[in-house]
């Protein structure tokens, strides 16, 4: 995820004639194009739609839909792009850290300009590595201080749409990932706020904003066609979910339909491989439709409407074609849990910038809910009108989610909402959930939205042949003591001690209770190949007292390999060949596919893997068959091992880590361009270079020749590791990376336990066992704090971002501008020799000035302390293109300024 530099803003601005030079930090070519923004002050920067992601390229799959949105709405989408994705790999070149960065950030303008998007606002965070932690890359990127900018973002562009990512943990989702969908979500509410964040009120001059709308991508699976818009199965039958097909023809693009101008977008991402994806089917009838899933509405729309542009409607567009912008219509509730019987209570708010007349809201509710409350509203203008109405389900109810849909009807149309309750059982029962899945859903609660949780399944791991205690956790949802039997209904080839438990808890109460639960039929294949993709589903039944329906709630386990290794007679020869007797133990299967393209055959990818240990060291030996060698990267890129042919050997000392920055990973190449093998570490407690990370660390190789595979042996000291190990629950995967051509890419991963993400799942590694190992009794039990990549591109680094500012007045990295008595800024025309442009630079006060000249790539670049007030004379190498400028005040934020060169 790193890249050089070329731009699509530069083509813009050339096509726009003379530049005249403007004071201060906004300097810019020509008025950015959307109409819904005409006559706002702050319109050059102004966005109808936010797409807000974590790396660039996250925002490639939803570019079909911004594209047509911008071609057949005139709707203006910009992106926050919260790294520039340094730890990503690099299939294109040897760059990485800033140079890395400032390469993907080209990519991805060039990607974006595809489908009309001009704005990117980067955070200028670091992209340490890849985890599936969100509370890991929320400490990393300091959540408040990223929360500020992206509430800064949305105040500064005020957009009417926010598209963010799937916030929850689901299998395999990128924690940095989470972390974008928690802080889209928590700006679009704050954003609002007054007393969030004052001081970009009360000092930068910001207002409040309230977006309309709120999605995350996905939700839904369809049919191919234009009927995946309509013909949808959502994941959630009570959420809002619109499905946008990418099969329309584009007039602007030649008729080209959206999906193929989308994958000719996500082909500019060469860097992260995506260079050689494959055509678009030609038939729009084998193209489906991207998806997204409502999180939250304060305003009205038609619940229905599955045109292309359904997700603007109430928002950018008005609510049935009628209502006057700005209109606001949304529900809330009392509480999101509701029992059988139990009134609930909701409020409808409306408001509207125009005076509307005989307004009267009206709920909708499943058959045999009882809905009092008149909804009669009278006449809304800008002042808010509530009307409150109390709910009550019926004593047998179904348990689930509930859509209730509010009506909007005026004098001049109506339009529509919906909000969801949940109908519990007085008692609810759930399997212990990993403290990621706890972490998230008590986050949807604080932070207001509650529909979110229970999106992810409650999994817990089980190794082969093994018992573990599993907890169940109950909740008296009554004012009523309750109690009752709780009882596991597990899959064959499991089973739980004792069979049921009875419970009791007063009024309120939260309690729990155990089951030993055992693995009784070892034949069973672990990992994602048994199971349905690696889950073995159960339920859970609790009873209770009142008589009501029993909760049955779903639940699974993970059956993951288990081994014990046997200590060695004598330490083996790290030679890459496996001698007589040097590895005693059993041999494991690594040929198990966990994501990619199947192998062929056995020649085509296969591998075992054996494990064994001394009083000082774990040695591993790997045995790949291969029929194809991936790229041979040379010697001084020993980093970043998936993108060709190595091996990933992932160990968990203590056997517990949440996540993989308190484990130790490590990436073994078989062959490097100077014929040696090399490792580095990756993605854990101390990721860098081998030998200085894990100093006493050894690896050989043999590489067959001619090539049917290869053999890695690895020596990994005791010490090397960030804490002493467990020796009766270590934690071990051993993963097999493929690559079959020479463009840095791989096809194929396979490994001992597979998952999709598993590298970053500590929990789903094997469970392995040391007999007689002792640890160093000065080793530590836990592991010390990560050491964390630091090294991220910056914005006053980029002239490509230099030149947005510029342009759009929003300052860089989504920090405050320098005050006015703090800045500074190119002056009069710049004067252009044939090798160099000299420009005066105006500053009113101290700080750093970042000068570039630009022409699809940086000709020359100069950095100028200024220590006072007062013009300097700045000469630059560089005779053509643009010349930008950002000043890095010392009292805190940036101005951007810039010029067209003759």
């Known amino acids: 995820m790193r890249r050089p530099i070329l731009t699509l803003i530069l083509s813009a601005l050339l096509a726009g004639g003379g530049l005249a030079t403007l004071p201060a930090q906004a300097q810019a070519a020509e008025p950015r194009s959307g109409a819904s923004h005409a006559g706002d002050p702050r319109s050059k920067g102004a966005l109808d739609v936010l797409f807000v992601g974590a790396h660039p390229d996250d925002e490639a799959g939803g570019l079909s839909t911004y594209g047509q949105w911008k071609e057949f709405d005139h709707a203006r989408t910009g992106v926050v792009t919260i790294t520039r994705g340094e730890g990503g790999g690099n299939a294109s070149g040897t760059e990485e850290g800033p140079a890395l960065g400032l390469l993907r950030e080209n990519e991805e303008r060039r990607a974006v300009g595809k489908a009309g998007v001009e704005d990117i606002h980067y955070l200028d965070k670091v992209d340490f590595y890849y985890t599936v932690s969100e509370p890991l890359t929320a400490e990393v990127w300091n959540h408040r201080e990223s929360l500020e900018k992206v509430v800064r973002v949305v105040r500064e562009t ?57 999605f995350n991508t996905g939700g839904a699976t369809g049919p191919l066609g234009p009927s995946c818009a309509t013909g949808f199965t959502q994941a959630d039958p009570s959420a809002v979910v619109a499905g946008v097909w990418g099969g329309r023809a584009s007039p602007a693009n030649g008729g080209k339909t959206w999906a193929q101008i989308e994958r000719e977008a ?69 509480s999101f849990g509701a029992a059988a019987g139990r009134p609930v209570e909701v409020t409808a708010h409306a408001l509207s910038p125009k005076t509307l007349s005989h307004v009267k809201a009206a709920l909708s509710v499943p058959a045999g809910w009882r809905v009092e409350g008149s909804g009669e509203l009278g006449t809304v203008g800008s002042r808010e009108r509530t009307a409150v109405f109390t709910v009550t389900p019926p004593p047998n109810a179904p348990y689930g989610r509930v859509r209730l849909t509010g009506t909007l009807t005026t004098g001049q149309g109506s339009g529509q909402t919906a909000e969801v309750v949940e109908v519990e059982p007085a008692v609810t029962a ?35 042949g093994q018992t573990r205690e599993i907890r169940v956790d109950l909740t008296n949802q009554t004012s009523a003591a ?25 009024a309120g109460a939260k309690g729990s209770v155990s089951f030993s639960v055992t693995n009784t039929d070892t034949s069973i294949p672990t990992s994602n190949q048994g199971g349905v993709n690696g889950d073995h589903d159960y339920t859970i039944t609790t009873t209770n007292s009142s008589g009501g329906a029993p909760d049955v709630r779903k639940a699974a386990l993970n059956l993951v390999p288990v081994a014990s290794f046997a200590k060695a007679g004598a330490a083996p020869a790290v030679d890459g060949a496996e001698g007589p007797g040097e590895y005693p133990g059993p041999e494991l299967n690594l040929s198990r596919l966990w994501e ?25 030996l790997v045995k790949m068959r291969d029929d194809t060698l991936g790229t041979v990267l040379g010697a001084d890129d020993c980093k970043r091992h998936w993108r060709t042919d190595s091996v990933e050997i992932a160990i968990d000392p203590r056997g517990g880590s949440e996540n993989t920055s308190t484990t130790f990973k490590t990436g073994i190449f078989p062959v490097m361009g100077d014929g040696k093998p090399c490792f580095e570490r990756d993605a854990d407690n101390h990721q860098g270079p081998g030998a200085e990370t894990a100093p006493g660390m050894e690896v050989a190789s043999t590489v067959s020749q001619p090539y049917t595979g290869y053999t890695v042996e690895a020596k990994i000291p005791f010490r090397d590791l960030p804490a002493a190990v467990d020796p009766a629950r270590l934690g071990l995967n051993i993963f097999v990376y493929d690559s079959d051509t020479q463009d840095k890419t791989g096809q194929t991963r ?9 590298q970053g799942d500590p929990y789903r590694w094997g469970q392995t066992a040391l007999p007689g190992y002792a640890p160093p009794a000065d080793q530590p039990t836990e592991a010390p704090p990560p050491v964390m990549p630091t090294d991220v591109a910056l914005s006053v680094n980029s002239p490509e971002s230099i030149i947005q500012a510029a342009e759009t007045g929003v300052p860089l990295a989504a920090g405050p501008a320098a005050p006015r008595s703090d ?80």
């Open 750 to 758: 396979i490994g001992w336990s597979t998952w999709g993400g598993v």
């Open 430 to 464: 759930e399997q212990q959930p990993l403290p990621r899945v706890e972490d998230f859903d008590g986050w949807a609660a604080e932070t207001g939205v509650p529909a979110l949780t229970g999106r992810v399944k409650h999994v817990l791991p089980l190794g082969s």
């Open 823 to 902: 800045t500074a800024h190119i002056t009069g025309e710049p004067t252009v020799t044939n090798s160099s442009v000299t420009f005066r630079l105006t500053a009113t006060g101290p700080g750093t000035a970042y000068a570039y000249v630009w022409d699809n790539g940086i000709l020359g670049r100069k950095e100028v302390a200024v220590k006072e007030a007062g013009v300097s004379t700045v000469t630059v190498p560089g005779s053509r293109g643009v010349l930008a400028v950002a000043f890095e005040s010392e009292a805190g934020g940036t101005a951007s300024s810039m010029a067209r060169l003759p």
């Open 482 to 506: 309750r109690s009752g039997t709780v009882t596991p209904a597990l899959p064959a080839g499991f089973s739980a001690a004792p069979a049921s438990r009875p419970y009791e808890l007063a």
């Open 158 to 214: 005020r957009p009417k749409v926010i598209v963010t990512m799937e916030p929850a943990p689901v299998p395999g989702q990128h924690g940095n990932h989470q972390e974008a969908g928690r802080l889209a979500t928590e700006a679009y509410l704050k954003a609002a706020d007054p007393a969030a964040f004052p001081d970009q009120i009360r000092r930068e001059g910001l207002r409040p904003w309230r977006a309309g709308r709120l």
């Open 596 to 620: 990619g393209t199947a192998c062929a055959s056995a020649a085509d990818c296969s591998a075992t893997g054996k494990v064994t240990w001394t009083s000082d060291a774990l040695y591993v």
């Open 266 to 334: 996500q082909r500019t991402y060469v860097s992260q491989g995506w260079g050689g994806f494959p055509d678009q089917p030609s038939d729009p009838n084998q193209i489906g439709c991207d998806f997204f899933t409502q999180i939250d509405s304060r305003v009205p729309y038609t619940l229905g409407n599955r045109g292309p542009a359904a997700m603007l409607e109430g928002a950018l567009t008005p609510a049935g074609g009628v209502l006057p912008l700005g209109t606001e219509f949304y529900l809330t509730t009392d």
